[in-house]
């Protein structure tokens, strides 16, 4: 991985210390230092490739299928939350925590690991849901659970017996109306710098922001080792991990306050 371009960082840090409100859009990169896949899909468990029960991981992650075969589903939910099983934030989200205390922060995550929330972020879009949150589908019972370890697939809810589901965006469903909701007032406040970090942004929710930004004038910063859908757009490209390029970021600002 390389190393964020030094330059680069002091430029993106001056424009921190002129800035007040910031936002943050996050994809599977920035939890790369966690030890999780970064591929398409949610989890990124299948990337162009068919499930073991030869149905596309669309299909089987789809909302029709939780509907319709709830065990095929909660198969592969189980898969991908094993995969993440034992990890942990990283710097990464524990920095842009962190600069709470600094700047007003508001995160607009594509994930669903939960890690911004362990960080501590408090102003969160989880735009996709977190998958350990789990809900009935039929009554009004939720609960929060660490891991799927002691769940019975497919979990049954112990109120009224009707099949549980996590807080999850599936393929085809649409995304939660207080979660787009919370988007449009936050980019209606505007902001001062717009990042997006580990994401190929791919989504129109998830580039509309940076694109929007550019062209007001407001400075946009990418953070991933690839060329993306809004790398054209933004005004600064760090080619590294998100870690290693929020650390720089970091100890660039702490020596401009010096």
Not at 114 to 134: C, P, T
Not at 246 to 257: F, G, I
């Amino acid at each position: 991985m390389n190393a964020p371009d030094s330059t680069l960082v002091t430029r993106i840090a001056a424009e921190l210390q002129r800035a007040r409100r910031l936002l943050f859009i996050t994809g599977a990169g920035i939890s790369a230092d966690s030890g999780l896949p970064t591929y398409r899909g949610i989890g990124g468990l299948y990337n162009d490739r068919t499930t073991e029960d030869q149905f596309p991981i669309e299909t089987a992650l789809s909302g029709a299928m939780l509907d319709a075969n709830p065990a095929i589903t909660w198969k592969y939910l189980h898969q991908i939350e094993h995969s993440c099983r034992g990890a942990h934030f990283n710097d990464a989200h524990a920095i842009i925590a962190e600069w709470q205390e600094r700047f007003e922060v508001c995160v607009l995550t594509q994930n669903i690991d939960g890690f911004h929330r362990d960080a501590g972020s408090r102003n969160l879009i989880e735009i996709h849901g977190d998958i350990h949150d789990l809900l009935c589908t039929r009554c009004d019972y939720a609960t929060t659970v660490p891991d799927y370890s002691e769940l019975r697939l497919p979990p049954l809810c112990p109120r009224c017996s009707a099949p549980i589901r996590p807080r999850v965006v599936l393929f085809g469903e649409v995304l939660p109306v207080h979660a787009i909701q919370h988007l449009y007032a936050e980019l209606d406040r505007g902001f001062d710098l717009v990042f997006s970090i580990g994401t190929t942004s791919i989504f129109p929710y998830i580039a509309g922001p940076v694109v929007q930004a550019s062209q007001m004038g407001i400075p946009t910063i990418e953070i991933n080792p690839s060329d993306t859908h809004v790398s054209r757009f933004v005004d600064y490209k760090l080619t590294a991990g998100a870690a290693a390029s929020l650390r720089a970021l970091r100890r660039a600002l702490h020596e401009l306050a010096d």
